[in-house]
T-cell receptor, first 117, second 118 residues
Framework: QKEVEQDPGPLSVPEGAIVSLNCTYSNSAFQYFMWYRQYSRKGPELLMYTYSSGNKEDGRFTAQVDKSSKYISLFIRDSQPSDSATYLC?????????????????FGTGTRLKVLA | GAVVSQHPSRVICKSGTSVKIECRSL??????MFWYRQFPKQSLMLMATSNEGSKATYEQGVEKDKFLINHASLTLSTLTVTSAHPEDSSFYIC??????????????FGNGTRLTVT
């Protein structure tokens, strides 16, 4: 079982729709959760960074974390064609781990989103 | 916001030559940087963790003699693909986390380098 599961899509929605993107995870030690947006042939861009359960809002984006269900979501309101991209979830445990003392970030496979004009 | 600059954005080289990719954190210090490889329509594959002042930690299956990593300062890590072959053609992306944050901090990514080996 993968540590992080994410539906690869593609997900097609009409312009103006509310988009819901989700990830599930199996490691209960994860406490830090991130959402990235990646356009084709570009590096991932950090959209949201959350700690612990609850909601966090930034403009049209809302990140939601449910640690009891090991489930995180990213909602995009009033979606635009410019939101068409791949969305990656990522998560990490608190503090460094492993013999090297390095931090480990686990990424989902990414969901391809297409917002149709 | 935190900016990571990666250079070059695109490089074409001949088989057998070496290519160096630079990753710089522009407005923060990064003790730890990460190097990823990404194939078309696939997710990020962690290659190695670059630690300032010490040896890099490579993921299983990644040849450390093939992919040389140097992290000589708190703002610069380099990845050198040695004796490149066509199968090394890929999209390479670096990322960095801000040093000095006692809690975890998010990763910030460069814009990637598309390597084509002919």
């Amino acid at each position: 079982q993968k540590e992080v599961e994410q539906d690869p899509g593609p997900l097609s929605v009409p312009e103006g729709a509310i988009v819901s993107l989700n990830c599930t995870y199996s490691n209960s030690a994860f406490q830090y959760f991130m959402w990235y947006r990646q356009y084709s042939r570009k590096g991932p861009e950090l959209l949201m960074y959350t700690y612990s359960s609850g909601n966090k809002e930034d403009g049209r984006f809302t990140a939601q974390v449910d640690k009891s269900s090991k489930y995180i979501s990213l909602f995009i309101r009033d979606s635009q064609p410019s939101d068409s991209a791949t969305y990656l979830c990522a998560m990490s445990e608190p503090g460094p781990r492993g013999a090297s003392g390095t931090y480990k970030y686990i990424f989902g496979t990414g969901t391809r989103l297409k917002v149709l004009a | 916001g935190a900016v990571v600059s990666q250079h070059p954005s695109r490089v074409i080289c001949k088989s057998g030559t070496s290519v160096k990719i630079e990753c710089r954190s522009l407005d923060f210090q990064a003790t730890t940087m990460f190097w990823y490889r990404q194939f078309p329509k696939q997710s990020l594959m962690l290659m190695a963790t670059s630690n300032e002042g010490s040896k890099a930690t490579y993921e299983q299956g990644v040849e450390k003699d093939k992919f040389l990593i140097n992290h000589a300062s708190l703002t610069l890590s380099t990845l050198t693909v040695t004796s490149a072959h066509p199968e090394d053609s890929s999209f390479y992306i670096c990322s960095a986390r801000e040093t000095g944050n006692r809690y975890n901090s998010p990763l910030h990514f460069g814009n990637g380098t598309r390597l084509t080996v002919t």
